[in-house]
């Protein structure tokens, strides 16, 4: 299904084409359905007609790609643009975290030695945030009760904005920074989640900021307009963007509930790392 240098066939660039054309087409479809407006049956009749054809080809497709040996990732990333796909799963990640946090569950603690929450300051503004949604949501759902179709829009939008508030928030609360073994794991909401090896840390430092500008390879990652630990790096790290574009950064500045903590756990790995003995170099070799 893929030429040479990773061209796309044209069976593959058709499939996308439709795609970009029929889903939209059925969203609209469906708000419009939603929203009383009549639509000739024909015209439904044909839109379901192609989506189904368009969901048994892609089906195909992807059992041919799986046969030729593309692992599930692959398969899907040759049939959904890789934008889309990380679209996707930023939103399948903030509805994960705020089933994990109605559960209490956070992700990524298992086996970590240590766990540094860094939502708290950032709570107020949240939860007022997503309360002048929800009041926005009461007064345009009121204001447009005679208008079916804009009110039914309009209101899945509002619900979806609240949701979201709320679910960036629950990504952040559930997702805390962690020391696992020698990896210092930092992560800001559902989209970013950075891994530092401590080998490659030259400094860390306790620093109150709130002010930060933007620069080449440096990577701030502000809660409630504030950081409170800086780390500089030997050697950069990707620090990807939500849509994949590389990043690579040797400097970043991040925040902790309890920042101090946070240093000291992180400077006694270094110092212990630093001072381990180095394994010895054995019998000498004879000749």
Request: proline share 7%.
């Amino acid at each position: 299904m893929t030429g040479s240098g990773g061209t796309r066939s044209p069976l593959l660039r058709l499939l996308r084409l439709v795609a970009r054309v029929a889903l939209p087409a059925e969203f609209v479809l469906v708000v419009l359905l939603f929203g009383g407006v009549r639509i000739p049956g024909p015209v439904v009749a044909v839109a379901e007609v192609l989506v189904v054809a368009l969901l048994l080809a892609e089906g195909l497709v992807y059992l041919r790609l799986r046969r030729r040996g593309l692992s599930r990732r692959e398969a899907v990333a040759e049939l959904v643009p890789e934008a889309v796909l990380r679209l996707l799963g930023h939103e399948l990640r903030i509805t994960e975290s705020l089933l994990r946090w109605v559960a209490r569950r956070p992700h990524g603690v298992g086996g970590a030695d240590a766990v540094f929450p860094h939502a708290r300051d950032q709570g107020a503004l949240m939860y007022g945030f997503a309360f002048v949604c929800l009041v926005e949501t009461v007064g345009m759902s009121y204001l447009l009760a005679d208008w079916p179709l804009v009110h039914t829009v309009v209101l899945v939008l509002d619900v979806y904005t609240v949701l979201f508030v709320l679910g960036l928030h629950a990504a952040s609360v559930t997702r805390p920074h962690t020391l696992t073994g020698g990896v210092l794991r930092l992560r800001q909401a559902a989209h970013v989640d950075v891994r530092v090896p401590l080998d490659r840390v030259a400094t860390v430092r306790r620093e109150l900021l709130f002010t930060h500008g933007k620069a080449e390879g440096e990577l701030n990652l502000a809660v409630g307009s504030q950081t409170s630990v800086t780390v500089e790096l030997t050697e950069a790290v990707d620090a990807p963007r939500l849509l994949g574009a590389p990043r690579p950064v040797r400097l970043i500045r991040f925040h902790a509930d309890d920042p101090r903590a946070l240093y000291r756990a992180v400077d006694a790995a270094l110092t212990r790392g630093r001072t381990a003995p180095s394994p010895s170099p054995g019998p000498p070799r004879r000749v």
